[in-house]
């Protein structure tokens, strides 16, 4: 990061400051939570978790050579400085979001239900191509890791895409105050987060509180094919731009040859041209991520050749659609996290492979009141794509196993509470050459069973 000062800093969160005057004046290099991760002159910001208090640890960063704390505690006489704040957390919110207003950089906000990381990549990928971008990196997409993102912005970038997660009322506030996008993307409006948004026109209302924070001159991009998203009208006035596959929306694609687990070719139009690239991850979802790149891409002028470049430069992250090839297996590591629409998005691009395949389903959380009519559409949606294998584990798969069994096809069907029951039995259910889905919530670690799979001779 650059240029703020520990005077700054306490304005910034409306935090006394405790120390010398001479370190006032004095900048931060970076801003942290973890302790492990101090650096020379860092601020370090004690946050309560539910395993630790930052507050103990604030001795050690300083000796590792932070130049400051952030405490909600009165720390009394100190050799070092601290500011002093109601809270931590809501200090961190504000000092990211003067950082932000003191940054002459373009941010490009993302979300949606299904496909945020995804798009983010493909986004950042494109982007790549002319301009110095940083992106949000893991699962750093809500209140406390898109603050640490935005601190991570230095001098040499020019734009940010920001993955902005959120499962409750208010949280996209929060979140858009501190990144005050001038791109919004919105990927789609599905079923996720029902626990607390019910339905999907307050999944809507949540998201879109993203544009109330927007730069009044930006640029609203929205899936045209989403019914939610294609009937809305934004409050502020500014009209958005559409993608899809529907030939109204203004960026939208055509020619699109399914090439299985190679990955889609597709010719894309736009409002001025139209080119063909080829996407090297499998998956219809990838050619609505490719069409929300490119509406980017024409937002920031870029050239076609120079967003056809992107494209085919993406390479998947590990937990999103990851074809790992072993000597005995081919997995499709897609376990960061599911719902739904994500799953069956799943189960169709394994259903591309030309060896047996199997999937292996875990419980999706988060789902509400309807969570048991959701896991069972999907055991019958595996059903009829016509996999082989089903795996499921956990007590909500138990009704995807049931909603497979329902479809009397010949998919063979395996429950399990527990990972430890399948790695029992896991010899005599897969075979060699199988192509293999892995999928659930990421709450339950099913990291686990791909690092199982990738060291089994």
Known sequence: MKNMTLNEIALACRGTYFGSAENMEKEVSSVVIDSRKVKKDSLFIALRGARA?????????????????VSEENLGDTDYSYILVDSCEQAMKDIAEHYRRS?????VGI????????TKEMIASVLGQKYNVLKTEGNFNNEIGLPLTIFNICEEHEIAVLEMGISDFGEMTRLAKMARPDICVITNIG??????????????????????YMNPDGTIIFNGDDDKLAAFIPKNGNLPVYFGLDENCSYHAGQIQDMGLCGTTATFITPKSQFSAHISI????????????????????MTDAEIKAGIEALVPLAGRNHLIQTEKYAIIDDCYNANPASMKASVEVLAKAQTRTVAILGDMFELGENELPMHYSVGEHA???GIDVLVCIGALAKNIADGARSRHTSVEVHYYPAKS?????????????????????????????VNILENTK
């Open 282 to 301: 499998p998956g219809e979802h990838m050619v609505y991520n490719a069409l929300a790149g490119i509406a980017v891409g024409y937002a920031l002028n």
């Open 103 to 107: 940054l002459d950089i373009k941010v």
């Open 191 to 212: 079923c996720a987060h029902l626990e607390q948004l019910k339905t999907r026109d307050g999944i809507l209302k949540a998201k879109t509180e993203m544009l109330d």
């Open 383 to 385: 059903a009829d794509a």
């Open 111 to 118: 979300s949606g239900s299904v496909g945020k990381t995804s």
């Open 53 to 69: 208090d930052g507050h103990t640890f604030i001795p050690k960063t300083i000796e590792a050579g932070a130049l400051c704390a």
């Open 421 to 449: 029951d399948f790695f029992a039995e896991m010899k005599d259910i897969l075979r060699p050459h199988d192509t293999i889905l892995v999928k659930a919530s990421h709450g339950m670690e099913f990291p686990e069973i």
